[in-house]
């Protein structure tokens, strides 16, 4: 009997603890760069992960360890847009040169609460910004464009999924 090939056009994307949420299509730029469906919306594949490591005291007095950084492509495709989330660590957004995210972030509460959305893209003299920061905790989603937008993302200190939440 022969083995099914493996086709690179087609991806599942599942929640951070693994549970299928859909299969689909995989944009030809996920193809090229090698990205993966992210539970949040959204490809990605990490490019670099800090080699020293830090270790985190929570409230607690619990521990972890964490890369002291991490750094992703995400590529938001036009009428995507990702889920409200947040995560333990601060983000520094950056734009790769083609189109733009809307980042509508919610405040570190309990529920997302707009309370400003900055536009990374390459339109300065518009008020997008190159990149952009988000703190600890901020709930933050991207909003639907009308094209496909790459970006990177530097997490410190460094992703991981049990420091992820979705609403």
């Known amino acids: ?22 299969r689909l299509a995989r944009p030809a730029l996920a193809i ?16 670099w992960t ?9 409230a607690d007095g619990s521990e972890r360890v964490r890369p002291a950084a991490t750094l992703i492509h995400f590529l938001l495709p036009a009428g ?8 333990a660590s601060s983000e520094i ?12 972030l919610g405040g570190d509460g309990d529920e997302p609460d707009t309370d400003e959305t900055p536009v990374l893209g390459g339109q300065l003299l518009r008020g997008e910004r190159t990149q952009v920061l988000i703190g600890p905790n901020v709930w933050q989603r991207t909003v639907p464009s009308d094209e496909d937008a ?4 530097l997490v410190s200190p460094g992703f ?8």
């Open 80 to 87: 995507e847009s990702s889920a409200w989330h947040r995560v």
């Open 150 to 153: 790459l970006a990177s993302c």
């Open 1 to 22: 009997m022969a083995t099914p090939q493996h086709d690179s056009r087609l991806a599942t994307r599942r929640t951070a603890d693994g549970q299928f949420i859909e």
């Open 32 to 47: 090229e760069l090698g990205l993966e469906p992210h539970p949040e919306g959204g490809w990605y594949r990490r490019t």
């Open 50 to 58: 800090s080699p020293v490591p830090v270790t985190l005291t929570d």
């Open 160 to 167: 991981d999924f049990a420091d992820f939440s979705m609403e």
């Open 93 to 104: 957004w950056i734009w790769n040169g083609q189109g733009a995210v809307q980042l509508e």
